[in-house]
């Protein structure tokens, strides 16, 4: 059960921490102490339920045992779409964002997302909301999410999935490291770097497990996390105004390492 809660007021910081599954675990492990040892108490973990097709809860179950601790210590869950790769083959056209419910019906997103939820809810996680893969989204996408989830986040927003919420959704917008290309990988940190010194409310930079592998990366993120000490680290469950049971109120965020 959830309740609708307060916006926070002070400066925010969102790190989403993309494509957790039991291949990247161990990277997302490491990422995810690197956080804590910077200040970052807050974050939002995105779970492929069936990455390859195979069950988290049976190929992983130490990577679900991560995840109920994370949980348990103020993290947020996210399922992030259902194995994450394309569904069906699609002719690209100018403009044509890929994703995995590009081109499905209705019946077929509702049954994707639901198998997806099913799995999560047996291996004891839950997820609280979701997050598309490549954050696209289609019509039959949104009008699935409404009616199981809490909320679900998009490029430029984090938005309360339920129907009867009608007010406006602050604007967000997510910075991520993990441009494709030589060129995006030589742009991102730089741009990363330039979102955190934006006068925003919120500040949301999406890490993925490839990123630890780059160290402009983790240099630039270290940059970004020394500059937002003022920030409160929140989950997405946080900056859509909805508190789950399942996780501790927010605490009172450290500041980052290189501020101490």
Known sequence: MATRTQPHSARTIAVALHGIEPATFERCAVIRDWLVDH?????????????????LGERSPEMV???RERREAGDAIA?????????????RGFGARPG??????????RRTVHAGWRLMKIAGVEPDGFVAPSYAYTPALRMTLAGRFRWWAELLRVRWAKPEATGACS??????LAAGGLLGRVLS???????????????????????????????ALEWVLAH??????????????????QSSAPPAVARTAATR
């Open 228 to 245: 937002s000490g003022s920030r409160r680290a929140v989950n997405y469950g946080d900056l859509a105004g909805v508190r789950s049971t």
């Open 100 to 109: 995995e419910f590009s081109g499905l019906d209705a019946e077929e997103t």
């Open 171 to 176: 604007l967000s917008p997510a910075f991520s």
């Open 189 to 219: 940190p730089p741009l990363v770097r330039a979102g955190a010194l934006l006068p925003t409310s919120t500040l949301r930079i999406d890490l993925h497990p490839a990123d630890l592998s780059h160290a402009r990366h983790m240099m």
């Open 65 to 67: 045992d991560w995840l």
């Open 39 to 55: 200040g970052v108490d807050r974050v939002t973990l995105l779970v492929i339920p069936a990455r390859d097709l195979h069950p």
């Open 79 to 91: 399922q992030h779409g259902f194995h994450h790769e394309p569904t069906r083959r699609r002719r």
